[in-house]
């Protein structure tokens, strides 16, 4: 009977990742609320708009590129090279910018040219060299990574002295733009990966290549779509860091391939292909967002931080295989 329950909890929790993961999201914002509540007269360091507003901002980084990232597990595939794109294209943005004198726009879009060269870079080694997604990727994060420090010499661009404090686009201040940005991708996305055929072909894939490809499915030409929208996205990722941060350096986003895989994992995506979503992806960033702006509030917490980052990639995958095997699929 207990056994029963377990699976039918579980079976529901599969049927509805976005809403399962927007619940924990709630009961994670609700935890911390009562753990950082204030001594009576003082204000809530947590629940204010200023330090939500905080939490969208740097969550929205990294979120963006978890989009991508999304994809390309449903496809079947894996990224790493995300966090050393980014880092790349901030180098490249600030040395555009701020030593070759060019606008911000042309540098910006110089910076869109490393995330399309490094996902085409990816999606040859994956579909033309078969190399496994694994072993493609790191190579592609090497190569970014190492051409950043390259080009640095071990310094960095400073763009904040070119970018006025009160910077705007369409009169919306800088530092709404990176969650703006995350939400408007993840709605676009989204309607693209219900509505359309691409859409529906990356899960095929994801589900069951062989069969993709006997339905007619081009399997690499879809390949190769979600590995560039994996590195565009990586370098908007980029470019907003460089802007908002206001600096360029070959070290920014390190470790940020953890992140962005564990908000896409987070959220719904399975590791085994065929499942997730790319709204799941955003909000697996916001509850590692908000994660970590709570732990930096509790004196000595910040040393869990990778450690419960760990343990919680470790849970949801250990219960997406449960839920492979249950279907009669594998890996």
Known sequence: MERSKLQ???SWFSRHRELSVFMI???EILWFYIQLYPEAGRRHTFFNAENFLMIFKYSGIYGIA???????????GIDLAPGAVIGLTTVITGHLFVQSGYSLPVSA??????????GMMAAFLVTVIKLPPFIATLGVMGVARGLGFIITRGGFYDLSHKIPDDFSLIGIPIEYWPG???????????LFMVFTRTGRHIHAIGGNEL???????KVRRVKVFVY????LLASLSGITLAIVHGQGRADMATGYELDII?????GGASLSGGKGSVLGAVLGSLIFGILRNALSQIAGATFYERLIVGVVIVVIVILDQLTVKKEGRTI
């Open 25 to 27: 999201l709630c009961l």
């Open 109 to 118: 879009l110089a910076g869109f040219m490393v995330g399309l060269c490094s």
């Open 211 to 217: 069969a993709a490809y006997f339905s007619g499915v």
């Open 228 to 231: 560039i929208i994996g590195g």
């Open 8 to 10: 039918a909890v579980q």
């Open 66 to 76: 978890a989009i991508g990232a999304a994809m390309i597990i449903i496809s079947g």
């Open 180 to 190: 703006v940005i995350m939400i408007t991708l993840a709605v676009v996305f989204h």
């Open 262 to 266: 564990a908000a896409a994992v987070v």
